[in-house]
C-alpha cells in the first residue's frame, strides 16, 4: 500500500465527489432500468418473480448511496472474492458512500451490483450493461469502417514487404500510430457517457481527431516500448514472444485492441497475444468473454449487424444506410484475420478474477503471485484505461512530478514485468508530469483554476503513456 492518501468521496476538489454523488446514480439507474427491462419481456413467472427482486435490490442500493448509508459487507456468492472485499471494508472502519476511499467504494460497487445477479437462480451470468455496450459499438460505424480500411491496407503492405527490410524509422512511427489508435480508443468509455453525446464520441474517434489529440499526450514512452519488442524480434526471432493486453472496455476500445493485437502479430513485433478482459460485468463499459463473441460476431456478419434496423431507428422510422461492398469485404477481411490467430492460439483471452478485486496493483504480488508469475512471461504487458492506470499507482495523491516508475511501487524496476500504461486522464491521479506542467493545465479554461481540483484530467481530453522496465 502506498503512504501516500488515497482520494476520496469526501473530498469537495476530487473527482470522486461529483461521481458519488451525480455519476454513480445515474449509472445505478440505467442498471435498474435495464434490468426492469429485460424482466418485463420475460415470460417465466419464475425468473420474473425473481427479476423483480433484483430490481427491488438495486433500487435499495442506489437509495444506500443516495443518503449515504454504510458499506454493508458483500454477501457470499461463493466467490475467493468476498473475504478481500470484506476484510478491507472492516479495516477501512465501516465507511459511508459519500466519504470513502474512491478506488475502494467504485470496485465494491459493481461488485455488490453483481451479487444480486450472482446469488440468482436464473439470473446469474446476466450482463446488465450488454445492451449498452453492443450499442454504443453500433453507433461508432464511421471510426470502425475508417479503421477497418486502413488495417486491410496496411496488412497487405506488411505481407508484401515480407523478407525486405523494412525502413526502421517508418515501423516505429506505424507502432506508435496503433498505440495510440488503441490509446484514443479509451477516451470513450460508457461511464463517462452520462456527459458526453454520441456526436461527441464520434468527433473522438477519427482519423483527423488523432492527428490533433497528439498535443494532447503529456507523456510519451511509445518509444521505448517499441525498441523493448524490436530487440526481443531481433534477439530471438523464431522464438515465443508474447504481449499481454489488459483490457478496458468493450465495444470501439475492444476493437482497436484487436487492431493493435492483430498489428503486433503481422508484424512479427509479437507471437502471441494474451488479452486479459473482467470476470464479471464492471465500471459499466468494461469487457467480459462474451463481449469478445459479440463483437466477433457483429464483424461476422456486418451487414445483418449494420442494416438491421435498431428500435431506435424504428421508432424514428429510419433505415440503415447499407454497407458497400468494401465496406463489407474490409470487415470480413478483419473477422479472417483475427479468427485465423484466435484459431491458431496466437490471440488468447485469459480472464481472471483479480482483475475485479478492489484493490491497487500495488497489492498483486501477495495477492495474484500466480498471476504476476505468468505476467512475467511478457515481453510486455499493456495496461488499458483510466481505472487500470489508477490502480498501478495506487490512486493515491502523488505530486504530479514523481515518476511513474516510483509510482506503481511493487511493479516497478526490479519486479521483472514491462509495463505500458495508455491512458486518457478521467480522474485525479496523474504521475510524470514535467515540473511546473500540472499547474499551466490547471490554468486553462475548465482546467481547475485555483480551485484546488485537477480538472483538466477528469474527461479524457489528455493522455499519459507510461513505460517501465521490470528489470
Ligand atoms: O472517473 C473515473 C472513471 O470514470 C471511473 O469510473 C473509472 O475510474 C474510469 O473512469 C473508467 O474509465 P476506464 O474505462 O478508462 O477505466
Ligand atoms: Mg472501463
Same mark, same amino acid.
Given at each position: ?54 430490481? &427491488?435490490?438495486? #433500487?435499495?442500493? *442506489?437509495?444506500? %448511496?443516495?443518503?449515504? =448509508? @454504510? ?5 457470499? !456468492? ?67 469502417? &475508417?479503421?477497418? #480500411?486502413?488495417? *486491410?491496407?496496411? %496488412?497487405?503492405?506488411? =505481407? @508484401? ?5 523494412? !525502413? ?81 472496455? @468493450? ?5 482497436? !485492441? ?214
Amino acid at each position: 500500500e502506498t503512504k501516500i492518501p488515497g482520494y476520496s468521496t469526501g473530498d469537495p476538489t476530487s473527482f470522486a465527489y461529483p461521481t458519488a454523488r451525480q455519476r454513480w446514480p445515474v449509472i445505478l439507474t440505467q442498471i435498474i432500468d435495464d434490468a426492469y427491462r429485460s424482466v418485463s419481456h420475460c415470460d417465466d413467472a419464475e425468473k420474473s418473480a425473481e427479476g423483480k427482486r433484483i430490481v &427491488e435490490e438495486l #433500487a435499495k442500493l *442506489k437509495y444506500e %448511496v443516495q443518503h449515504d =448509508r @454504510a458499506l454493508a459487507p458483500i454477501r457470499d !456468492d461463493g466467490n475467493e472474492d468476498v473475504a478481500i472485499y470484506n476484510n478491507q471494508l472492516e479495516q477501512l472502519g465501516n465507511p459511508t458512500w459519500l466519504n470513502v476511499p474512491w478506488l475502494y467504494s467504485e470496485c465494491y460497487m459493481f461488485r455488490r451490483v453483481n451479487t444480486s445477479f450472482s446469488l440468482s437462480t436464473h439470473w446469474k451470468n446476466y450482463d446488465v450493461f450488454a445492451r449498452q455496450k453492443i450499442k454504443t459499438f453500433r453507433s461508432s460505424r464511421p471510426a470502425v469502417l &475508417e479503421l477497418a #480500411a486502413r488495417y *486491410k491496407d496496411l %496488412v497487405g503492405q506488411l =505481407r @508484401a514487404s515480407k523478407d525486405k527490410k523494412l !525502413d526502421e524509422e517508418a515501423e516505429k512511427i506505424l507502432f506508435m500510430e496503433m498505440c495510440e489508435i488503441c490509446l484514443w480508443g479509451n477516451a470513450t468509455d460508457l461511464s463517462l457517457l452520462t456527459n458526453l453525446t454520441y456526436e461527441d464520441i464520434q468527433k473522438l474517434q477519427g482519423s483527423e481527431a488523432r492527428k490533433t489529440a497528439e498535443k494532447n499526450i503529456l507523456v510519451n514512452d511509445l518509444a521505448a516500448a517499441y525498441d523493448l519488442l524490436l530487440a526481443a524480434k531481433k534477439d530471438g526471432p523464431k522464438k515465443e514472444r508474447r504481449v499481454d493486453i489488459v483490457l478496458d472496455n @468493450a465495444g470501439f476500445e475492444l476493437y482497436v !485492441d484487436l487492431i493493435l493485437a492483430g498489428y503486433l502479430l503481422s508484424a512479427g513485433l509479437a507471437t502471441t497475444v494474451v488479452l486479459h478482459p473482467k470476470s464479471i460485468p464492471w465500471f459499466v463499459s468494461d469487457v467480459v468473454p462474451a463481449d469478445f463473441g459479440a463483437l466477433l460476431s457483429a464483424i461476422a456478419g456486418p451487414r445483418h449487424f449494420y442494416e438491421t434496423p435498431s428500435e431506435e431507428d424504428l421508432l424514428q422510422d429510419k433505415t440503415p444506410e447499407p454497407l458497400t461492398d468494401a465496406e463489407a469485404d474490409e470487415l470480413s477481411f478483419l473477422f479472417q484475420e483475427w479468427s485465423g490467430f484466435h484459431g491458431q492460439g496466437q490471440l488468447v483471452l485469459r480472464p481472471n478474477r483479480v482483475w475485479t478485486y478492489p484493490g491497487s496493483y500495488w497489492r498483486l504480488p501477495h495477492e495474484a503471485p500466480d498471476l504476476v508469475e505468468d505476467l512475467k512471461e511478457s515481453e510486455l504487458v499493456i495496461f488499458k484505461g483510466d481505472l487500470n492506470y489508477r490502480k498501478l499507482v495506487g490512486d493515491a495523491s502523488w505530486d504530479p512530478t514523481t515518476a511513474f516508475t516510483e509510482a506503481i511501487g511493487p511493479l516497478g524496476p526490479g519486479s521483472g514485468l514491462n509495463i505500458l500504461a495508455l491512458r486518457t486522464c478521467k480522474g485525479d491521479v496523474v504521475v510524470g508530469l514535467k515540473p511546473g506542467e500540472d499547474e499551466k493545465l490547471r490554468q486553462t479554461e475548465g482546467g481547475g483554476g485555483d480551485s484546488g481540483a485537477r480538472k483538466w484530467a477528469w474527461n479524457g481530453k489528455w493522455a499519459v503513456v507510461s513505460f517501465s522496465k521490470g528489470s
